[in-house]
Each structure stands twice: as structure tokens, then as C-alpha cells.
């Protein structure tokens, strides 16, 4: 097998979307020390640059992402493995919080700590061919990745408690129907789909769809009378915006035509 000698993990910035995308197939884009801490600069790039509004999440080769790097793992010290899991996360902290909507595009499987670098994405499109599991305890390791808050978050905790404690398996289909991934997609499809979802962003309210994204994420673990402040001040900045302003504009002109 050639080793692949290109960055772990690649970023490109093309009319305001910025494409992140897994590259380590040969070793099932599994998250190594450059991976990680390649992932949480690419964060701090996306939040950092203006010119970027909206990411699409992908991966080459036949697994999304299988977690962390386990060979690297297995020869590393407990501190070394809290120092991996602490610079992963700092990523998905980052991405988590930006106001900038994130589509993934995933097709193969997804396992492990790769369900957690799945979830931190917005809107989950899945080639229908794609599977899903935990796997944790095959290796004798527990929940990384975020996994054992946005797993729970997204498919209640009873069914996460089920994928993690158990050999279950989900097939695309079971996945959509638990709430895990957003859509279900042709796999010669899926690119285009994501970047479909990417695009309305983009062409649309850019500003109005990652407040949105920002404040649902927020919510998440914040009282209710912080929610309902944040909401208050955040559609008070959205009206002073030239975007808002345009498209009101357009709505009440449209309004006024009607008989």
C-alpha cells in the first residue's frame, strides 16, 4: 500500500464555502496527532475568516472516519490519549459554536469517535449504502469524539445507550429513522446533494440560516431566560443587517403587489 503523503486532513475556501475534508482512507481516515491537531486549526481558520459562510464535512475512501487512530493509540500514554481527545475536541467546540452552517456528506461507515466527528455537522446527508456503529468496546475503550454528548442529543438517550452498550449496527435507513443523519441520498448522488445544501446557504440568507444554527445550537444545556436574551439580541442585530433590510424589503414590496 502507498502511503499517502498528503495532510491528513484538507481544507480549501471556494466562493464562501470552505470543503474540509478526511484524508487518511488507507488507514479509514482514523484521527491521529497531526489529524487532530490539523482539525482544530481548520476550525479556528473556518471561524477566524470572513470570506467563509458555510462548510461541507467529507471524507475520501471507503470510511467516513473511524475515530481515533487505535495503532497510535495503543503505543501512546494515558496523558498523550487526554491531550488527543483535548485538541479534538477544541475543534468540534469551535465548529460547534461558529455561526456557520456545516453539511456532511457520508458515505462507507461511520464508527467510533467517527460518529462524533459526524454529529458536529448541521445536516447529515448519507449515501444509502452507509452503516453506523459505536465499536467502543471491541477495543476496550470508552465514548470520545463528543459522542457521549452529541449522540444522546440526537437520538434521545435510551437509543444511545443501545448503539453504544451493544454490537447494533444501523443500516442508513435505521439511521434516518433514528434521528442520527438528516437524509438519505444515491451514493453517485451524494456530492452534488451536499453541495446542493451548501449552495441554498450560500444564495440565501447566508447570515440569517448561521444565527439560526448558532442559537439551536446554544440552546443546548442553556437555561431558558439565556436562550430567549440570546434570541432577543441576536434578531435585533439581524434587523440592522443589510441582508435583513433587503429582504424585508422585497417581502413587504411583494406583499403590497398581491391583490
Not at 491528513?8 to 484521527?31: F, S
Request: with cysteine; charged share 25%.
Amino acid at each position: 500500500m502507498t502511503e499517502n503523503t498528503e495532510p491528513a486532513i484538507i481544507l480549501t475556501v471556494e466562493n464562501g464555502l470552505a470543503h474540509v475534508t478526511l484524508n487518511r482512507p488507507e488507514r479509514l481516515n482514523a484521527i491521529n496527532d497531526e489529524g487532530a491537531t490539523l482539525w482544530r486549526d481548520i476550525a479556528s481558520e473556518i471561524v477566524a475568516r470572513s470570506d467563509i459562510r458555510a462548510v461541507l464535512f467529507d471524507a475520501r475512501g471507503r470510511t467516513f472516519c473511524a475515530g481515533g487512530d487505535v495503532a497510535s493509540i495503543a503505543s501512546a500514554s494515558g496523558s498523550d490519549v487526554n491531550n488527543l481527545a483535548d485538541t479534538i475536541h477544541d475543534g468540534h467546540l469551535m465548529l460547534r459554536e461558529c455561526a456557520k452552517p456545516i453539511v456532511a456528506a457520508v458515505r462507507g461507515s461511520v464508527v467510533g469517535g467517527g460518529l462524533g466527528f459526524m454529529l458536529v455537522a448541521d445536516y447529515i446527508i448519507a449515501s444509502e449504502k452507509t452503516v453506523f456503529a459505536s465499536k467502543y468496546a471491541d477495543v476496550g475503550l470508552t465514548p470520545d469524539c463528543g459522542v457521549s454528548t452529541l449522540l444522546p442529543e440526537a437520538i434521545g438517550m435510551r437509543r444511545a445507550l443501545h448503539l453504544t452498550l451493544s454490537d447494533r449496527v444501523l443500516s442508513a435507513a435505521e439511521a434516518l429513522d433514528w434521528g442520527l443523519i438528516t437524509e438519505i441520498a444515491p451514493d453517485d448522488e451524494l456530492d452534488d446533494r451536499a453541495r446542493a445544501v451548501a449552495g441554498l446557504w450560500l444564495n440565501g440568507a447566508t447570515s440569517a440560516f448561521g444565527q439560526a444554527k448558532r442559537l439551536l445550537r446554544a440552546s443546548t444545556g442553556t437555561d431558558y431566560a439565556s436562550a430567549l436574551a440570546d434570541e432577543a439580541r441576536t434578531i435585533g442585530a439581524a434587523v440592522d443587517t443589510a441582508e435583513a433590510t433587503a429582504r424585508m424589503a422585497a417581502f413587504l414590496e411583494l406583499r403590497q403587489s398581491r391583490p
